[in-house]
């Protein structure tokens, strides 16, 4: 690893992984140090404008209107070396649990906190999206979901580390309490 591992609670890790509306875009935006695995894997996967707004990204979520740029193993393989160049500049990856980026961390050894929200954040959760630019059908599609998703969240098995957000509390504030400041 290019940067040193954080350790929370005698737990060592060297990425983080959290779910939809913690706050992953908002701290890659303002702090070059860390690398917004999920729009690298939209770059890789589809035709994104490069002069596209995060508000207009955010309305993409649910029905990307972009073209397909390469196939599954291609786009992949473009992701995974966009993401090991990143890891060898000392960046660190956040993602967002898509099995493509846990399988990225599994072959690599890297070893990643997995954050998401509490159970009494559903409306919470609905809102920030709401306020982020997200559609109405995808915070619906997520809003159905958040009893399920939490409940394969606190299940959840690859992660070293689990850390579950209360209420008010954005990856901003968590990434704070790791010690990375």
């Not at 999920?38 to 994104?48: A, N, S």
């Not at 409306?123 to 619906?140: H, L, S, T």
């Not at 399920?148 to 704070?176: C, P, T, W």
């Amino acid at each position: 690893m290019g940067w040193r591992k954080v350790e929370y609670q005698n737990i060592k890790f060297d990425a983080i992984m959290a779910t939809p509306g913690l706050g992953k875009s908002y701290v890659c935006d303002r702090d070059k140090r860390f690398i917004d695995a999920d729009e690298e894997r939209l770059r890789c996967k589809y035709v994104v404008p490069e002069n596209i707004s995060r508000e207009d990204l955010e309305r993409t979520k649910g029905d990307r209107p972009f073209e397909k740029r390469a196939k599954h193993d291609e786009y992949i393989k473009a992701l995974y070396d966009k993401l090991d160049n990143y890891v060898d500049e000392g960046k660190i990856i956040i993602a967002a649990p898509h099995p493509e980026l846990y399988e990225y961390f599994k072959t690599r050894n890297i070893k990643f906190v997995f954050i998401y929200p509490s159970k009494n954040m559903r409306q919470e959760i609905k809102d920030r999206m709401k306020e982020r630019g997200n559609v109405d059908a995808f915070i619906k599609e997520n809003d159905d979901k958040f009893e399920e998703f939490y409940k394969f969240n606190r299940e959840e098995k690859q992660s070293v580390l689990h850390y579950e957000a209360r209420s008010g509390e954005f990856l901003s504030d968590i990434i704070k309490k790791f010690g990375i400041k």
